[in-house]
C-alpha cells in the first residue's frame, strides 16, 4: 500500500523500525497505559457533550496558528508511547516528513497542524480528555479500541440504549454526525475547517482514530465520503507515526518556511 510505502520513507529520518511504533505492550512508560484508564472510565457520551458546549463555540481567544505551536513546546504527549519530544517538535518533524517526499502544500501544512489542538492542555484541561486514541461514543466499545478492558468502568456501559452496534445512531449515518470521544481532533477541526480541503479536515478530525482507519472498526457507521476520505487519513498517518525521532528540528531555522505557509491558508489570528 502507499501508506506503508510512505511510512518506510518518513521512519529513515527515525529512530526506530516501522513495527515498534505504536507497541502498548511495552511498559517503558507506564503513564501511558494509566492515561488510558482514566480515558476510558470517564470519556462519557455525556461528557462529550458538555465539551463541545463548553469549546466549540470558539469564543476563548484569538491567536495565530504558529503562535499557538510555539506554546506546544512546553507539552509531551502522556499517550505516546513512542517519543517524549515536545509537541512542537513532533509537529516539525512530521511536517518535514511529508515536505521531504514532495507532498502538496496543504497536505505540509496539515501534517505541521494536526495536533494544535493540544493546547487544552495548556488551558487546564487533564490529558487524557485531550490525547490520545478517539472512538464513538453512544454506541458500544469496539474491542479493536486500545485496552479495550478499560472500558469496564465506564458509566455509559449501564444504558443499554447505548451499547448496541449503531447505538443512538443510525447505520450509514455518517461520521459527522457521530460524537467522537473529546479530545484535540475534534477541536482543532472547528478551528481550522472553513480554510483547509476536506481531505484536510478529514486528516485532522480523525487521525486519532485507529480503530477506524487502521483495525477497520466502525464502518456501519460510515457513509460513502467518509470511507473515500478515510484513505486520505491513512495517507496522512505515516507521517504523524513513523516521523518521530529523537533529534530535536531546529525551530529557528524552520520557522520563516513555515510561518509562511501558514499565511498562505489562515489569517494572522484564528478563534479559538
Not at 511510512?7 to 511498559?27: H, L, N, V
Not at 458538555?50 to 504558529?66: D, F, I, P, T
Amino acid at each position: 500500500m502507499q501508506a506503508i510505502e510512505d511510512g518506510k520513507r518518513a521512519s529513515a529520518a527515525g529512530k526506530k523500525e516501522t513495527s515498534e511504533f505504536r507497541d502498548y505492550r511495552a511498559e517503558a512508560r507506564p503513564s501511558v497505559k494509566e492515561l488510558y484508564r482514566l480515558n476510558h472510565e470517564n470519556q462519557t457520551l455525556s461528557f462529550v457533550l458538555e465539551k463541545e458546549r463548553r469549546y466549540l463555540s470558539l469564543h476563548r481567544q484569538r491567536a495565530g496558528m504558529w503562535e499557538v505551536l510555539e506554546r506546544l513546546e512546553r507539552l509531551v504527549d502522556d499517550s505516546d508511547p513512542d517519543t517524549e519530544q515536545s509537541q512542537i517538535a513532533h509537529a516539525l518533524q512530521s511536517a518535514e516528513a511529508a515536505r521531504r517526499d514532495g507532498q502538496p502544500p496543504w497536505f505540509v501544512l496539515t501534517a505541521l497542524i494536526h495536533d494544535a489542538g493540544k493546547v487544552l492542555c495548556l488551558w487546564g484541561e487533564p490529558q487524557w480528555a485531550v490525547v490520545g486514541d478517539t472512538f464513538p461514543l453512544g454506541c458500544a466499545f469496539s474491542d479493536r479500541i486500545v485496552f479495550p478492558e478499560l472500558f469496564a468502568n465506564n458509566p455509559d456501559l449501564q444504558n443499554p440504549r447505548s451499547q448496541t452496534p449503531c447505538g443512538i445512531y443510525e447505520e450509514g449515518c455518517g461520521l459527522a454526525e457521530v460524537h467522537m470521544s473529546w479530545g484535540h481532533d475534534e477541536y482543532l477541526y472547528h478551528v481550522v475547517k472553513d480554510y483547509l480541503p476536506m481531505e484536510a479536515q478529514y486528516m485532522i478530525r480523525y487521525h486519532s482514530f485507529y480503530a477506524a482507519h487502521r483495525e477497520g472498526a466502525y464502518g456501519h457507521l460510515m457513509n460513502e465520503q467518509d470511507r473515500r476520505m478515510m484513505e486520505w487519513v491513512r495517507r496522512f498517518n505515516p507521517y504523524d507515526l513513523y516521523s518521530k525521532a529523537d533529534a530535536p528540528p531546529d525551530v529557528a531555522r524552520l520557522r520563516p518556511y513555515y510561518q509562511d505557509l501558514l499565511a498562505t491558508y489562515f489569517p494572522d489570528e484564528l478563534r479559538w
